[in-house]
């Protein structure tokens, strides 16, 4: 089975801390994602990337950047927290070749900036 | 240009009684199609997948969903629900590209004893 693992389940920051989640995926996959959840707007991708050092802007990178030094790992990084980057975070893998394969995704990171 | 409509947000059932949540779909490609299931502070698990074989999809616990192209739909059914699967359920549609998934906003299922 994929294992797509998540550092940490919760996580409490305060505002101004830079701050580091970490992904690691077992299965090989090319493509990783990170996607912020939030009551009332569903998932929104912030960043993907589909090979190591590669990245591409989801639809709201503002305030993160990400890193790919080896490919079954992905870290989001939040330059200065804010309180409105409290949220739910998943990460997510996926094969890159064909658009059948689907994602799989981690247990996420419930972060909380004070 | 793709997309993904989740036609209900929220769906009460009685256990035991059968279970349908409605998806709608646009896709410009023949498209990947997929079911996931989110329970409570947990990422998402995949339930079941479309990818162009059979239309009828069995997935795991008992859902399954039919692909019907005419239609542009891939509504999940399970004859008989299970306070177990009381959670948020996620229609996603991938293209050929492989590295887009687009999401519906979820459909939040309630079974009530």
């Known amino acids: 089975d994929v294992k797509v693992t998540q550092s940490s389940r919760y996580l409490v920051k305060r505002t101004g801390e830079k701050v580091f989640l970490e992904c690691v995926q077992d299965?090989?996959?090319?493509?990783m994602f990170w996607y912020r959840q939030d009551p009332g707007l569903g998932l929104r991708l912030i960043y993907f990337?589909?090979?190591?050092?590669?990245?591409e802007k989801g639809d709201i990178p503002e305030g993160y950047s990400v890193s790919r030094e080896k490919k079954e790992r992905f870290s989001l990084i939040l330059e200065s927290a804010s309180t409105n980057q409290t949220s739910m975070y998943l990460c997510?893998?996926?094969?890159?070749?064909?658009?059948?394969?689907?994602?799989?995704f981690g247990d996420g990171t419930r972060l909380s900036i004070l | 240009a793709q997309s993904v409509t989740q036609l209900d947000s929220h769906v009460s059932v009685s256990e035991g009684t059968p279970v349908l949540l409605r998806c709608n779909y646009s896709?410009?490609?023949?498209?990947?199609l997929f079911w996931y299931v989110q329970h409570p502070n947990k990422g998402l698990q995949l339930l079941l997948k479309?990818?162009?074989?059979?239309?009828l999809v069995k997935g795991i616990n008992g859902f399954e969903a039919e692909f019907k192209k005419s239609e542009t739909s891939f509504h999940l059914t399970k004859p008989s629900a299970h306070m177990s699967d009381a959670a948020e359920y996620f229609c996603?549609?991938?293209?050929?590209?492989?590295?887009?998934?687009?999401f519906g906003t979820g459909t939040s299922l309630t079974v009530i004893p």
């Open positions: 479309y990818t162009s074989a059979a239309t």
């Open positions: 997510a893998s996926s094969f890159r070749t064909t658009h059948n394969q689907p994602q799989h």
């Open positions: 896709s410009s490609y023949s498209p990947s």
């Open positions: 996603v549609v991938s293209v050929y590209t492989g590295n887009q998934f687009y």
């Open positions: 990337s589909y090979d190591v050092k590669m990245k």
């Open positions: 299965m090989d996959h090319e493509n």
